[in-house]
């Protein structure tokens, strides 16, 4: 883009919605970073949240990882560099730090000083329904602070469910926006994944915002085939801005989750999880048995689900492109429910700078050695 773009920070925003597209997620909640298929034993990959780069990696006894993705000698990203047992050893001069961020080897002569003590922050990272998920925020909190539950993907009798992700240049609250407000049905006229909505209510409690709209699922011709319309009543839907992540619920038949993972002012990953209950064979009266489910969906994504989704991608992508050109243009903003999630978004950020501000900078600055090396 040749033109720079300059839009309201969060202390300049002047209404809700500069605020709610220049606001950040609270990193004290757990968030999804990738595939735990796709990190093996050995293996470092770089993830970030908000700005902020962490080196993910898999010790050799099979152990994720999470640390500030930086080398303390000359800040060369810790990904640069490999996984030796279960430790990452930087590139360059071969500075080795353990999972905890503590420098644990120097090869090379130290000159007669002692080994530097030194730490980078480390975070709580863990493994559930496929996904690594990062605590990006204070380690010690994040024991307290509950996952993601899924019951129906545990156990033995769990649902199908295939996730899907992707990678968007638009801010976080626009896809938080998209996926629980309907009223942009339009977009999705040749798929039909929800039709003729009605909002039927509209609840805020505390971190949570629920919508049910009264709507046909799955209308398009495509979707309708493999829903069992005589069990389940597809004809309503409940949603959840479960902060600062998504999910909806048809008749307990249909549900998914959308897991949002903000990588910086305009690009979000977004992890997409739907699970059926059953679906039934096309144009029979047949249930799919479940080990037969997985491969269905296999398909059923690359058919039917990635292109409904990249519809909603384009149009959040234009939308930041929109709102980067014109974000001083007057808010025209109808459905209660958009200003609900906005608020909610606002304030969790709000909420989360006061207890940032009210705390003494840095409390886990690496401890540099009394014996600088330079200078
Ligand atoms: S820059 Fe990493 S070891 Fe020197
Ligand atoms: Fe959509």
């Not at 597209?21 to 004290?28: F, K």
């Not at 004809?235 to 909806?248: E, G, N, T, V």
């Not at 059953?278 to 690359?302: D, G, S, T």
């Not at 039917?304 to 991608?313: H, K, R, S, V, W």
Request: with cysteine.
């Amino acid at each position: 883009m040749s033109t720079k773009i300059r839009i309201p920070s969060f202390p300049e925003a002047k209404n809700r919605r500069q605020k709610v597209r220049a606001a950040g997620m609270n990193p004290n909640y757990w968030y999804p970073v990738g595939y735990a298929a796709e990190l093996g034993p050995g293996e470092v990959t770089e993830v970030t949240f908000w700005g902020k780069d962490f080196a993910l990696f898999r010790g050799q006894d099979g152990r994720l990882r999470a640390i500030e993705n930086r080398c303390a000698h000359r800040q060369l990203k810790l990904t640069t560099g490999e996984v030796r047992g279960c430790q990452v050893v930087c590139p360059y001069h071969g500075w080795t730090f353990d999972g905890d961020g503590r420098l644990v080897d120097i090869p090379h002569e130290l000159f007669d000083k002692k080994m530097p003590n030194i730490r980078l922050p480390d975070f709580e990272v863990r493994e559930r329904y496929g996904l690594i998920w990062l605590f990006p925020g204070e380690r010690e909190r994040a024991a307290s602070v509950p996952m993601p539950e899924i019951p129906e993907l545990e156990g033995p009798d769990a649902w199908a469910c295939v996730p899907v992700d992707f990678t968007w240049q638009a801010h976080h609250s626009m896809i938080i926006d998209n996926v629980s407000d309907f009223t942009h049905e339009y977009l999705h006229r040749k798929f039909e994944p929800f039709k003729n909505p009605t909002l039927t209510s509209l609840e805020v409690d505390d971190d949570k915002v629920f919508v049910e709209y009264d709507t046909e699922v799955g209308a398009g011709k495509l979707y309708n085939r493999f829903i069992p319309r005589a069990a389940a009543n597809t004809s309503h839907m409940r949603l959840c801005y479960a902060y600062p992540h998504q999910w909806s619920n048809t008749d307990d038949w249909i549900k998914h989750w959308c897991f949002v993972l903000p990588i910086d002012e305009r690009t979000t990953r977004a992890f997409f999880l739907f699970y059926y209950k059953q679906l039934k064979i096309p144009l029979l009266p047949v249930a799919i048995p479940r080990w037969l489910m997985v491969p269905i969906l296999e398909v059923a994504n690359r058919v039917l689900m990635q292109p409904l989704l990249e519809e909603d991608g384009f149009a959040v992508e234009a939308e930041q492109l929109g709102y980067e050109r014109h974000y001083d243009a007057p808010v025209a903003e109808l459905n209660p429910a958009v200003m609900e999630f906005q608020k909610l978004t606002i304030r969790k950020w709000e909420e989360y700078l006061a207890e940032r501000d009210a705390q003494p900078r840095q409390r886990r600055l690496p401890v540099m050695p009394s014996a600088p090396h330079d200078g």
